[in-house]
């Protein structure tokens, strides 16, 4: 059983930046691929980013240039480091971490706020 804990969440205003951060603990296995998803009020699950193991990213057109998935080196933590920051930016946001595509671990979410 892995477990997921996400912190870094919070209240910014339009322009500002924030740092998302998750950790893996329990059952530690090596992940295919770690990543953000978020969900705003009304939205769909929205992908984010995400980062397989050989270290390639893939970002969303709506964060592309402005937000960054990253990993430590032992592959147990993802990171989303998150610049100029929009309202539209705003949503729960999720890091999740699969062992093979289709099983996949879930964090429970840190709220991400983005005011004018």
């Known amino acids: 059983q892995v477990q997921l804990v996400e912190s870094g969440g919070g209240l910014v205003q339009a322009g500002g930046s924030l740092r998302l951060s998750c950790a893996a603990s329990g059952k530690i296995v090596t992940f295919v691929s770690m990543g953000w998803y978020r969900r705003a009020p009304g939205n769909q699950h929205e992908m984010v980013a995400r980062i397989a193991s050989g270290g390639n990213t893939v970002h969303s057109d709506s964060v592309k240039g402005r937000f960054t998935v990253s990993t430590d080196k032992a592959r147990k933590t993802v990171y989303l480091q998150m610049n100029d920051l929009r309202p539209e930016d705003t949503a729960v946001y999720y890091c999740?971490?699969?062992?093979?595509?289709?099983?996949?671990?879930w964090g429970q979410g840190t709220q991400v706020t983005v005011s004018t």
């Open positions: 999740s971490a699969c062992v093979v595509p289709d099983l996949c671990s």
